[in-house]
């Protein structure tokens, strides 16, 4: 959603962000109009201070009323509106504040009740508090990042010449696996309702006529259009997803990811000095290196990294899940490798056929598929690709195999039978990128409205 976007020739006022990033000269001693939440307030005999902040930037701007009379109703979490003129600062926290001459209150808020007037909150707290969190420091400056980051991906795929897809949210096909946890049914009517005998006895009803689930992954239908518009699409959703036909090698997906998220990695952010206040120096290094556009990430398969784990657990017994071969990568073993094998992302590519969805290209040897996860210090997988399969008779054998029925999987079955082309692609956690790049603790302070099992509040 956009909230806002500026122009040159924008008739709206100037956020503070703007009031901060553009010369003082084509502002000083103009008039401008600030509207924003007071932060707070110190009020003296003959002068008072207002800290304002708009949403727009990590910095709020400091309001000055020579006039006291005008702050007199000013309270914490109040909506106003200042006019004045920016001037330069005489304080030290600050280059530029705005003296003001005029308050509209746009909005009042009770200090005894306001639920965030605390400058200390607990995460917990603000969960319980979401419609207000953002109000907060750190979970503005999350938001700002969010958005910066969303955008740096959007330019590097534009650049590459993707192009953006809206795929269904909505699907009968399971994509990974977990594709029938969320059901969508329609409800009875109040006729169908009193028309019932026995309630336990109702069927459940299908609104599209088969059953239907909100969609984990668009992958699938993402094939469909990569194998007929052109040789490049991209969905976004949380995920950001990837897909793109002519692709015949593992390293060029693994190396547009790595370009993608080094992209990022080397945005200008204002929001993660904030955002880095309080994690080690030890992992602000790690994402330092893993920056660098002259060295590429590590890269490794998945036997060689369960050989790996199994002679550290041999030697150690630190792992609470042995690591064998054909079992998944728990989360401490991908930790391990990323943090201490490799000391850096790594590439785990090549998993056995019967851990990965049905679609991925099976390799030579048989047991195994042409994909890779991407794994990170201090977080684990972010990412997770493949080719796809795409010789017809592996493809049906590899439906049956899973316990699929070929006629659900009719139209993906139909791309190769009608001018199918090698292909490739990926998922990103889009969520999970800003937790490892932001160093936010917890994934559920990576989202504006965290929803989880037995929670949601909004």
Not at 215 to 238: C, D, I, N, P, Y
Not at 328 to 334: I, R
Not at 372 to 391: N, Y
């Amino acid at each position: 959603m956009i909230f806002r976007r500026f122009a040159s020739t924008s008739s709206l006022p100037p956020t503070i962000r703007q009031l901060f990033q553009t010369d003082l000269v084509s502002f000083k001693s103009k008039r401008v109009q600030i509207n924003g939440w007071v932060k707070s307030i110190r009020r003296q005999k003959r002068i008072a201070f207002a800290v304002i902040s708009d949403g727009s930037s990590p910095q709020s701007l400091q309001a000055v009323f020579t006039d006291v009379t005008l702050a007199k109703s000013l309270t914490n979490g109040s909506c106003v509106r200042l006019s004045g003129v920016l001037s330069d600062s005489v304080g030290p926290e600050q280059d530029r504040e705005v003296q003001v001459d005029a308050v509209e209150y746009l909005g009042e808020c009770d200090p005894a009740e306001y639920p965030i007037a605390k400058q200390s909150l607990t995460v917990e707290y603000l969960r319980d508090h979401a419609h207000l969190r953002a109000r907060t420091v750190p979970v503005a400056s999350m938001i700002r990042f969010r958005d910066q980051t969303q955008r740096t991906l959007r330019r590097f795929f534009e650049d590459e010449d993707f192009t953006y897809v809206h795929t269904p949210i909505i699907t009968a096909n399971d994509c990974e696996g977990a594709g029938d946890t969320f059901s969508v049914t329609s409800s009875p009517t109040p006729a169908t309702h009193s028309q019932s005998q026995a309630p336990d006895k109702e069927k459940k009803s299908h609104f599209f006529g088969r059953p239907a689930y909100l969609t984990v992954s668009s992958q699938l239908h993402l094939e469909a259009v990569a194998s007929s518009l052109t040789g490049r699409h991209l969905s976004e959703f949380w995920m950001l997803e990837a897909e793109w036909a002519f692709a015949t090698q593992l390293r060029d997906l693994c190396d547009v990811v790595e370009r993608s998220i080094k992209s990022v990695l080397n945005q200008q952010s204002s929001e993660l000095p904030a955002l880095h206040q309080d994690i080690p120096d030890v992992r602000k290094a790690s994402l330092e290196a893993a920056s660098r556009w002259d060295k590429s990430w590590a890269s490794i398969s998945y036997t060689d990294a369960v050989a790996e784990l199994q002679k550290y657990q041999d030697a150690y017994r630190k792992f609470r899940f042995d690591p064998t071969w054909g079992g998944p990568l728990q989360s401490e073993h991908e930790r391990w490798l990323a943090e201490q094998l490799v000391g850096g992302p790594v590439f785990v590519t090549d998993y056995p056929t019967s851990l990965k969805p049905f679609y991925m290209r099976a390799n030579e040897n048989g047991n195994t598929v042409a994909c890779f996860d991407l794994l990170v210090p201090h977080l684990g997988e972010i990412v997770g690709g493949s080719l796809r399969e795409e010789r017809l008779p592996l493809l049906e054998e590899a439906v049956k195999l899973h316990g699929l029925d070929p006629e659900e999987y009719g139209w993906y079955l139909d791309l190769r039978k009608y001018g199918g082309a090698p292909h490739g692609g990926f998922g990103l956690g889009f969520d999970r990128l800003v937790q490892w790049i932001s160093g936010i603790e917890n994934i559920r302070e990576c989202i504006p409205m965290p929803r989880y099992a037995g929670r949601m509040l909004l």
